[in-house]
């Protein structure tokens, strides 16, 4: 059974940095392609980035764009979100998820296997 394990949410004054990790397991992680959606209080699950199976290709939410990088270790079996300048309206429970035929997806049903969340608190 593929699992998704995330780590690295927290506590950050706004305007500073966090690193989430998602490490995959049971699964064929580098013809995955991966992705990070967040889900704020009261707001829908949003997507928020996304890498292709071969890690040649990111895409961006508007909203994160020049702030949030994501990236992936092979090696590790690993993907990571990169979150800078943050700001409040950041905070949210964040998601790793995988879509096991590769795909290029901003639509989150198009994801196979997910996380269970962690939390992201951004202060003011």
């Known amino acids: 059974q593929v699992q998704l394990v995330e780590s690295g949410g927290g506590l950050v004054q706004a305007g500073g940095s966090l690193r989430l990790s998602c490490a995959a397991s049971?699964?064929?992680?580098?013809?995955?392609?991966m992705g990070w959606f967040r889900q704020g209080p009261g707001k829908e699950r949003e997507f928020v980035a996304g890498?292709?199976?071969?890690?040649?290709?990111?895409y961006y939410q508007d909203s994160v764009k020049g702030r949030f990088t994501i990236s992936r270790d092979y090696a590790k079996n690993t993907q990571y979100l990169q979150m800078n300048s943050l700001k409040p309206e950041d905070t949210a429970v964040y998601y790793c998820?995988?879509?096991?035929?590769?795909?290029?997806?901003?639509?989150?049903?198009?994801?196979?296997?997910w996380g269970q969340g962690t939390q992201v608190t951004v202060s003011s």
């Open positions: 998820a995988a879509d096991r035929w590769g795909r290029e997806s901003q639509v989150s049903t198009s994801y196979d296997y």
């Open positions: 049971g699964g064929t992680f580098s013809r995955y392609a």
């Open positions: 890498i292709r199976w071969s890690g040649g290709s990111t």
